[in-house]
C-alpha cells in the first residue's frame, strides 16, 4: 500500500485553501508550510502565463529523510506515509539536508520537524486529508498508488504525469497532471527580490550565481521560504574534527618529523582529544533539543551515518584516551600500536561525513565522490599544519603541509567548477562564489588564505602557519555548508 | 505502534449523524493517539460575501472552537472553500480582537478609547435616535454598511424605524455593472451557470476573486475539465486569466468596444438565436426610434441593427483595443458556436474602473442576449432566478421620505447610494447626521479622497455621533466615538443567500458555541453570553436599540420587534428565524419533518437548505391568471394592466417576461432618453476618462489599475488573519519590463506615482503579465495605524505618523514596518513579513460616474522614479483639491427629476425602497 496524491494542474487555481487548510489543521507554525503553492510566470505579454504548482512532502518510496534520521523519529508506515514522531526528534535537521524537497521544517517551540504526514490522524478516522476536502476545485486526489483501480492510480496510469526531480531516485508518490516543467524543476526560473504580493522571505539572501543562467522570460512570483539549517556550527564541527582527525593520522610519524619529547608522545593524542571534545559539543549543540543527544545511542538509526558517525567518533575518543593512558604508563609499545589504530580510525573520522553528506539527498554539492579524499586530504592539511610549531624545521612536515594545502586547492577548484552532474550540484557550485562572511568571499578568501597565505608564510613564519591555514579552512567550509543549502528546491 | 487502515476508503466530512459527537485524534499530539471529541455545529463564512458553508469544530473539553471547515450540506460551496474560510479561526483567536465596547475619552482620531458597557451604549444610542425621530429629524440617521452579509434583515429594522437611512459600499464596487445589467432586464446581477457553459467570459477573476469566487470557481473549472473554453478579459494577468484558453489585455477602458466587436462578428455571421431576439428583444421599441417610418419587421430590426454596429468591426476594435482583429474574429466564432451556453461575468474589473463602465456590463449582456443565452442552460441566468430572500414576518411598510444624502437628485439612475460623496455632501452643507452606524465598514481606508472622510469623522458638526461596528480595528473605527465589537462569522446570526448557480438556497450562520452550549442544554439567552468577551451579534444589537428606542410602542417601532409567538414580549433571535423557516421557504418545514425536526432545528443542523435546482428560464413562467385578470392584450404581444406591462405573450402563452417596462429584454432604453442620456439608448462605448488618447506617455502618464484583487485577502478585513497576511503582505506597482527600462526602474525600486490629488511612494514589480503603458497595484494592501494599541491589527499595519506639509497638504509617513510583537499568541513572536504594502486611494480624487453614481476607480497618474526625499510607504495628499475635482465631475450630470416630476424611474430597483410617494419631487 502506497497512500500518495496526483496533484491536477489542469484545474488549481492557486488560491491557497489547501496551504491555510493545513495550517489549521496541523497548527503550523508562522514562517513554515507543510503545503504550498508556488506560483512561476512564463513567457512575453500577451503570451504569458502563470503556473501554479502545489508543492508538498512525497512520501517517498524510498525516503531519504528516514534513512539519515538517528533516532528513528522518521518512519515509512505500512500504508506509504512517512511519518515523524515528535516526541522522539532530537532536532538536528539532517532530515531536512536529506529531503530533495523542502518538505520538513523545524517547530521551534517544540525543538521537533514536522512535515506534510497526508493527515495521518484523520487518515486512520477515515477522512481525507485537510488539503483535500477543502480544494475548490478537487485538484487534490488521494488515494493508494499501488492499487490500480484507485482514482490517482488510474490518473497516473491514463496520463504523461510528473514527479518533482525524478533524478534523486526518492520514488515520489505525488504525481502532478499538466504542471509545467519550469513550475516543477528548482532554479530554472529567476528569484527577483520580492514576490508579486509577498515579501520573499527573508532567508537565503544571496544574490543568483550569474554562472547559472535561468530560463528566459520564467519567474518564480511567489513562493514559501526556507530555512538555512547548518550553520557556523556545521562548518566549525568539520574543522574541529578534522584537526582531531589530522593530529591523530599523523601521529605515528611524529618522532619522523623531528618531534620530541612532550610534543611527540603527547601533544597529538590531547590535540585530538580536545579537538573532538569540541566536535562533541558542537554536534550536540546545534540540536534543537541538545538534552536529548544520548538518543542517538539509546534509539539508533544504524542505517543513518549520523549513528554511525557518532559511533566512529566515540571509538576513536576510546583509542585516543587509551593511548594517553598506556603513555602514562610507560607502555610505550602498546602505547605506539594504539597510535597506529588510532590514526586508521582518525581516517574514518575524517571521512564518515563524506557518507553521511551523501545521505544528504538535497544537497547534491555534497553526494561528489570527490569528497571523501578532499576530507582526508583537509584532515592531513589541520593535522600537519598544528604539528609545524612543534617541528619547524622537518621539510618532511612541510612537504606534507604544501601536499595537503595543493590538493585541498585542486579539490576545492574542481568542485567549484567541474560539470556538475545535477543541476542542484551546479547551482550550489555556483553558490560557492556568493556566500560571504563578514567582508570576504568565503570561498574565494577561504582558498587565498589558506593556501596562498599559508604557502608563503611556510617560508617565513613555519609556526604561524596554522592561523591563516585553519581560520582559511573555515572560511572554506562556511562555503560549503551553506552553498550546498542555497539553491531552491521547490 | 498499531495502524488501523479498516476504514476504507477515505470519506471527506465526518457523517452527520455523529456531529455531535465525532471524535478525532489530536493533530497535536499525533503519532500519540490522544482523542478529542468535538461537537460540529454548521455556520456561514462572513469573509466575503459568496456565504459559503463552514463548519465549526468545537473542542468538548475546553467548549473552543478548534477549527473551521467547509459544509458538506451547503448546496452553493458544497463542503469546500477558498484559504478564507478555515482561516476564521485566525479572526477569533485574534490577539488584538476588540472584546468590549469601547467608548472614546480623547479628541476624536485621538486613540484613547476606555471601556464601556453595552448598556451604555444603548440607552445613548436609543435617546439620540429617540429624539431625531421625535423632532422628524429621520434624514439624520444613518446605516453604513461595508459588508452586508445578511440579506433583509438591516431593512427591516431600518424601515421599522421610518428612515431613509440605508448607505452602502455597493458605488465603490459594482454600481456600474448592476446599472449595466438593470436596464437589460431589471434584475442588477448575472447568474452564470459555468457548470453547463460551453464557452465562460469573464470579465472579472472568478478563479480567485468576486462574487462567488468559491462556488463560481468549482464550476467553472468543472466545465473547463468538460471542454468549455474560457476566455479572461483582465488589464493585468489575474490567475484566472492564466487558467483561460483565451487571455485579453486590451487597453483599459476600451471593453466595450471589443465586446461589440463580438457582437458585430456574431451579427454578421448569423450567429445569433433569431427565434429568442425575436420573442424577448423590445425590437420594436428600437425600430420605432431608429426609423419610425419603416415597416417593423424582425429581418428589418436586424438589418439596422448591424447597419448600427458596423462601425464595430475587429479590425476598428484592434485599433482601439489593442487585440488582434482576427483572434477577435476566432473567440466571436466560439461564442457563437457556444450559443445558448454562453456563460459571462462582469463585476468590477473595467465597469468598476471607467467612466461609462456600465455600458461595458450592457455590452457584455448584449453577447448573452444575442446568442439566447439568457436564463438557459448553460448560459447567464438573472440573479433573481437563483437568489431566494425568504420574507420575515410583520414586514414594516415603506418608508415614505427621501434621503438625498443617499440618493441625490443629481444622480437618478445611480444604482446604489452615493456613498463616497457623503462627506463632500456634507461639506456642502446638504446636511448633517446625528446618528452614524458604520458597520463592517472602512470608509476612510477603502473610499478614494479618504482625508475627506478623515474631515468629516473628526467634525462633531457634522457627525454629531459615530458608532463603528466591527469585529476587528480598522482605520475608521480609531476615528469613532464608540467602537462597538461585533462577532465574526462564527459569532452571530444573519441568512443569506446568492445566485452562485441555477438553483436557490439558504444558508444559516450561526454563533456556532451558542449552539453549541445549546445542544448540551444549556440556558442561552443572548449570543454575547457565549462569544468571547462581550462580542454581541447585530441581529440581537438592532433588537435591543430598537426596544429602547420605542419602549412604549408610541413610535409605532415596538410592534416589530414583539415576538409573533408571544405578544407584547420582546422577540428572541431564535424566534425571529424560526417564523422565517416556519413561513417563508417553501419545502423547508416538510424536509425538516422528514428528519423529525423543526424547520429551525433543521437549519441549526444543516445550515443550510437547496430551495430550487435547475433553477431556467424563469422569465417563461406562466403569467398567472388571477394577474391577469382585467388585463389588455397589445398588438405587440404585451400584457398591461392598469396602463402598466405586466408580461407577455410568447409561443402563444402569456408569460411573465422580464422585470422591465416592456417586460422584455430592453436593447432600446426608453428610460435613458426618457431621462437626459438618449445618446447611450443603446449598448455602446462611452469613451473612459482614461482613454490612452487622454494620455502623454512622453510626460510620463499612465493608466493606474488600483482594482485587483488578491485570492488570499478580504477588503480590509483580512488583517486579524495571521495565515492570510503571511501569504500576502505587499503590493508592489505592476510595471511591464518595456516602461521599467524606460524609467530605468528594476523590481522592487522605488517609484512615485502622483494622482491628480496626490502622490504615493511604492516599489516597482516588473512584469510580463501588464500591458505596456499601463500600471496596477492591488487595493488591499497598505494598512496602517497611528498608535501602538489602538488601530489596525499589527499583523497587517505599519505605524505612520500624519504630518501636515503646509495647509491642507497631508503627508502619511511610515514610522515602523510591520513587527513581531508579543502577545497571547506565540504566531506574532514569528512575524517575518515587514512590508504590509502602500495605501494609494488616499490619493484619489472622487470621480463619480454621471450616470451610474459609480466611482470610476482608474487614475490617470504620472509616474517617476522616487524623488531624493521620498520614503517608501509615503502617502502626499493634497486635500484643497478635493471639492473642486468632485464639483468638475458633478458637473457631468443630468439631474433629476425626471418624467412625472420623479427622482428615479420607478421600475428601477432601489435599496430598501421608499413608498411611491417619496419618488416625487415635493
Known sequence: ?490 | MPYDFSITPLESFPPIDQWDDWVEYDAAAWPKKVQKRYMLVPTTCFNCEAACGLVAYIDKDTMQVRKLEGNPHHPGSRGRTCAKGPATINQINDPQRILYPLKRVGPRGSGKFERTTWDEVLDTFAAKIHKALLQDRRNEIMYHVGRPGADGYMDRVLQSWGIDGHNSHTNVCSSSARLGYALWSGADRPSPDHANAKFILLLSAHLETGHYFNPHAQRIIDAKSQGAKICAIDVRLSNTASMADYWLAPWPGTEAMLLLAFAHVILQEGLFDRSFLEQWVNWRDFLRAQCPEVEPTFDRFIDELKKHYAYATPEAAEAECGIDAELIRTIAREIGAAGSALATHIWRNAAAGNLGGWQIARCLQLLVVLTGAVGAKGGTCLNTDNKFVPAPFLKPPPQNIWNELLYPLEYPLAHHELSYLLPHFLEEGRGKIAVYFTRVYNPLWTNPDGMMWHRMLTDESKIELHAALTPTWNETAQYADYVLPMGVGAERHDLMSCETHAAKWISFRQPVLRVAKQRLGEEVQFTYQANPGEVWEEDEFWIELSWRIDPDGSLGIRKFYESPYRPGEKITVDEYYQWIFENSVPGLPEEAAKHDLTPLQYMRKFGAFLVAEDVYESYRAELPAEARQDSQTQPDGTITKNGKSIGVIADGQPRVGFNTPSRRLELHSKTLVDWKWPEQVLPGYIVSHIHRKHMDRDKGEYVLIPTFRLPTLIHTRSANAKWLYELSNTNPVWLHPQDAERLGLQTTDLLRVTTRSGHFVNKVWVTEGMRPGVIACSHHLGRWRLSDDVGTDRWASAKVVKEELSPGVVRFRRVENIQPFASADPDSKRIWWTDGGVHQNLTFPVQPDPVSGMHCWHQRVTIKPAEPDDHYGDVVVDTNKSMDIYREWLAMTRPAPGPDNLRRPLWLARAVRPSPKAYRVE
Not at chain 1, 172 to 199: E, F, I, Q
Not at chain 1, 365 to 382: D, M
Open chain 1, 1 to 490: 500500500m502506497q497512500y500518495g496524491f496526483v496533484i491536477d494542474q489542469t484545474r488549481c487555481i492557486g488560491c491557497h485553501a489547501c496551504t491555510v487548510a493545513c495550517k489549521a489543521e496541523n497548527d503550523v507554525p508562522i514562517g513554515n508550510f507543510r503545503t504550498s503553492v508556488k506560483y512561476t510566470e512564463l513567457g512575453q505579454f500577451p503570451d504569458v502565463r502563470r503556473h501554479f504548482a502545489v508543492l508538498r512532502c512525497n512520501q517517498c518510496s524510498d525516503a531519504p529523510c528516514v534513512t539519515i534520521c538517528p533516532v528513528n523519529a522518521l518512519e515509512k508506515r505500512p500504508d506509504g506515509i512517512v511519518d515523524v514522531d515528535r516526541d522522539a526528534c532530537i532536532g538536528c535537521r539532517a532530515c531536512m539536508q536529506a529531503c530533495p524537497y523542502d518538505a520538513l521544517y523545524l517547530n521551534d517551540d517544540l525543538g521537533a520537524v514536522e512535515k506534510c504526514h497526508f493527515c495521518a490522524h484523520r487518515i486512520e478516522k477515515g477522512l481525507e486529508p485537510a488539503c483535500v476536502v477543502v480544494c475548490p476545485v478537487q485538484a487534490i486526489i488521494p488515494g493508494d498508488l499501488d492499487d490500480p483501480n484507485s482514482k490517482p492510480a488510474q490518473i497516473i496510469a491514463d496520463n504523461d504525469t510528473k514527479v518533482r526531480r525524478p533524478e534523486q531516485g526518492t520514488g515520489p508518490n505525488v504525481h502532478y497532471l499538466g504542471a509545467d516543467d519550469v513550475s516543477l524543476n528548482p532554479g530554472h526560473a529567476s528569484r527577483p527580490p520580492t514576490y508579486l504580493w509577498s515579501d520573499r522571505p527573508p532567508h537565503k539572501g544571496e544574490s543568483w550565481p550569474a554562472s547559472v543562467p535561468t530560463v528566459l522570460d520564467a519567474t518564480t512570483t511567489l513562493d514559501v521560504g526556507h530555512r538555512v539549517e547548518w550553520g557556523w556550527a556545521v562548518s566549525l564541527y568539520l574543522l574541529t574534527k578534522s584537526i582531531a582527525a589530522g593530529a591523530a593520522m599523523l601521529a605515528p610519524f611524529a618522532a619522523a618529523f623531528g618531534m620530541t619529547g612532550f610534543a611527540a608522545s603527547y601533544l597529538p593524542e590531547i590535540l585530538a582529544l580536545v579537538l573532538l571534545a569540541v566536535t562533541c559539543f558542537l554536534l550536540v549543540e546545534d540540536l534543537a533539543r541538545p538534552m536529548l543527544f544520548y538518543r542517538l545511542l539509546t534509539m539508533p538509526n544504524w542505517n543513518s551515518w549520523l549513528v554511525r558517525g557518532g559511533i566512529i567518533l566515540g571509538v576513536f575518543g576510546l583509542l585516543i584516551s587509551f593511548g594517553i593512558v598506556l603513555r602514562v604508563l610507560h607502555l610505550q609499545t602498546a602505547a605506539n600500536a594504539f597510535r597506529l589504530l588510532s590514526a586508521v580510525t582518525a581516517s574514518a573520522v575524517a571521512g564518515y561525513t563524506a557518507f553521511l553528506f551523501a545521505q544528504c539527498k538535497g544537497r547534491d554539492l555534497w553526494e561528489s565522490p570527490l569528497l571523501l579524499p578532499h576530507l582526508l586530504a583537509q584532515a592531513t592539511l589541520c593535522g600537519s599544519v598544528c604539528f609545524l610549531p612543534f617541528a619547524a624545521s622537518s621539510l618532511a612536515l612541510k612537504l606534507v603541509v604544501v601536499i595537503s594545502i595543493v590538493a585541498h586547492l585542486l579539490l576545492s577548484l574542481v568542485e567549484r567548477f567541474r560539470a556538475q552532474p545535477t543541476e542542484n550540484a551546479k547551482q550550489a557550485a555556483g553558490f560557492l562564489s556568493t556566500v560571504t562572511l563578514g567582508p570576504l568571499s568565503a570561498f574565494r578568501d577561504g582558498l587565498i588564505i589558506s593556501v596562498i597565505v599559508s604557502l608563503v608564510l611556510i617560508f617565513i613564519l613555519p609556526e604561524a602557519v596554522f592561523v591563516p591555514a585553519l581560520f582559511g579552512l573555515y572560511l572554506y567550509e562556511h562555503a560549503y555548508i551553506r552553498a550546498a543549502q542555497l539553491p531552491p528546491l521547490s
